[in-house]
Each structure stands twice: as structure tokens, then as C-alpha cells.
């Protein structure tokens, strides 16, 4: 199985804090990567599909880049509302596969 | 407007066969390059993909589950469906359906069917 490996697991920010979250694959899955946001209690949302394609009503804060093995999804100016967990997943190979999770909280 | 949704028993023993429903509107599942997938999530824990089906019925599932899966659809009532036999307590989660159309992501989810396994 290709495994994501998510960095950090946990962020503390604060509100208008630049944040970079990485994800990296234990094998080459090329743009096919997925960013979604899950707050508490809520379904996830997607973000970012095919590593750095903003998903329609995103708010352009959010930034996807990467390709192969290393990817990054970047919050400027980041809001009170973005405090979630953030999940990438690979779906380049069956089964597709999730990371861990970054936990995005308040300073 | 595309809506999903869940519905499962609940709560089951050990080693009972959990059935899924996932209703939906919105989309077709005979639409070139839609899908279905189904994902779980354990309380306080990360996300697991577990199976998808596509609009010409290939399925793919997550070998971790060694062959307990089995992913189906009713393309004419707009449903798909998941089984997992043999049951576990490991296996309490909520259970999501999401939609997938090509390589847009999924989109659109569910909002989660709790199930229990507790003898």
C-alpha cells in the first residue's frame, strides 16, 4: 500500500498565520492527491483535488502544490474558521490511501 | 443539488454482517466517470478508505479488510451499498459514502452512519 505521511500531526497558529502542511508518499502518485478539511462533528470537505486544483468555493486562501512524492497545502492568512483537521489522500493506487491528519489549533 | 446519505442497523454482535445504504440524488451512477466510495472513520481517528464502485461496476476495495467487502449498486434507485461480514468491535466507526466524479475528488459526502459492534 502507498502510505501518506502526513507533517506535523499538530500546529498550534494564530489568526492571519501563514500555515504549511506537508504530506508525503511512499511511492510516485504523480497530481493524484486530494486535500480535505474535517472540523469537529462535520463530514470532510474537499479542499484540493489533483494536488493543486482549488475545488469551486474554496476561498483562495487555501493552496495546494507538490507532485511525485511531495506535496503541501498552504493556508494564508489563516481564519478562526480553518481550525480543523486536515487529511491528504493518495488515489493514484488502489486502495487509496489517507494520511494521518494535521491538527490545526489555536496559539 | 447532490445530496448523500447513510443508513445502517446501528449497532451488531461480533461477527454479524454489517449492511450499508448510501441514497443518493443529484447524480447518476450510470454517468461516465462518476463513483461511489465508502470510508470510515474510528472515534478521535483518522480516515480509512475502505471500497469504491464506478459508473461500469469496477470495484476496488482496501485488501486491509481481507475479502470482507463487498461494494454494490442499484443504478435505477440511485443506492449503493457495502457489506462487511465477520464484524468486529475494532470495526465501530462512522461510515461514510462519498461521491467521486474522474479525478475531481469526492465532492460530496454523507453525514456518516454511526455503527457500534458490542456484544
Known amino acids: 500500500n502507498t502510505v501518506m505521511t502526513q507533517s506535523p500531526t499538530s500546529m498550534f497558529i494564530s489568526v492571519g498565520d501563514r500555515v504549511t502542511m506537508n504530506c508525503k508518499a511512499s511511492?510516485?502518485?504523480?497530481?493524484?492527491v486530494d486535500w480535505y478539511q474535517q472540523k469537529t462533528g462535520q463530514s470532510p470537505k474537499l479542499l484540493i483535488y489533483g494536488a493543486s486544483n482549488r475545488y469551486t468555493g474554496v476561498p483562495d486562501r487555501f493552496t495546494g502544490s507538490g507532485s511525485g512524492t511531495d506535496f503541501t497545502l498552504t493556508i494564508s492568512n489563516m481564519q478562526a474558521e480553518d481550525l480543523a483537521v486536515y487529511y491528504c489522500?493518495?488515489?493514484?493506487?488502489?486502495?487509496?490511501?489517507f494520511g494521518a491528519g494535521t491538527k490545526l489549533e489555536l496559539k | 443539488q447532490v445530496t448523500l446519505k447513510e443508513s445502517g442497523p446501528g449497532i451488531l454482535q461480533p461477527s454479524q454482517t454489517l449492511s450499508l445504504t448510501c441514497s443518493f440524488s443529484g447524480f447518476s451512477l450510470s454517468t461516465y466517470g462518476m463513483c461511489v466510495g465508502w470510508i470510515r472513520q474510528s472515534s478521535g481517528k483518522g480516515l480509512e478508505w475502505l471500497a469504491n464502485?464506478?459508473?461500469?461496476?469496477?470495484?476496488y476495495y482496501n485488501p486491509s479488510l481481507k475479502n470482507r467487502l463487498t461494494i454494490s449498486k442499484d443504478t435505477s434507485n440511485n443506492q449503493a451499498f457495502l457489506k462487511i461480514t465477520n464484524m468486529d468491535t475494532a470495526d465501530t466507526a462512522t461510515y461514510y459514502c462519498?461521491?467521486?466524479?474522474?479525478?475531481?475528488?469526492?465532492?460530496?459526502w454523507g453525514q456518516g452512519a454511526s455503527v457500534t459492534v458490542s456484544s
Open positions: 511511492q510516485n502518485v504523480g497530481t493524484n
Open positions: 489522500l493518495q488515489y493514484n493506487y488502489n486502495p487509496n490511501t
Open positions: 462519498a461521491r467521486r466524479w474522474a479525478y475531481y475528488g469526492y465532492a460530496f
Open positions: 464502485i464506478w459508473w461500469n461496476d469496477d470495484k
